[in-house]
């Protein structure tokens, strides 16, 4: 069994960084397929980042795409999403997923087997 806690979401200025953080428990967290969704208010949930076991793989939603990175570190158990030049687009829940299949479909939210509470991300104008 695989726990997820998120941190780190916020209220920020357009055009600010943030930095989301996952805490993930167990001893398969190297062996986890990763990934960011965020769920913006009355909409479904959107992929925005994934990333392999070695962390060496990475993947991105068109939308955000040269503004986020998504890293891990395995000796930690953590994840990170680091979002710059914020837009009030980007506002959502932010809820990381994880998976012990290797990457496939890692856009697609179904696939994920693991995910966490979620963590609120407000972009003012």
């Known amino acids: 069994q695989v726990q997820l806690v998120e941190s780190g979401g916020a209220l920020v200025q357009r055009g600010d960084s943030l930095r989301l953080s996952c805490a993930g428990s167990?001893?398969?967290?190297?062996?986890?397929?990763m990934a960011w969704f965020r769920q913006p208010a009355g909409a479904g949930r959107l992929f925005v980042a994934a990333?392999?076991?070695?962390?060496?793989?990475?993947f991105y939603a068109d939308s955000v795409k040269g503004r986020f990175t998504i890293s891990k570190d395995n000796t930690k158990n953590i994840m990170y999403l680091q979002m710059n030049n914020l837009d009030v687009e980007d506002t959502a829940v932010y809820y990381c997923?994880?998976?012990?299949?290797?990457?496939?479909?890692?856009?697609?939210?179904?696939?994920?087997?693991?995910w966490g509470q979620g963590t609120q991300v407000t972009v003012s104008s």
């Open positions: 997923a994880a998976k012990t299949a290797k990457l496939g479909r890692y856009n697609s939210s179904r696939t994920y087997d693991y």
């Open positions: 167990g001893s398969t967290f190297s062996r986890l397929t």
């Open positions: 990333i392999g076991w070695s962390g060496l793989s990475t």
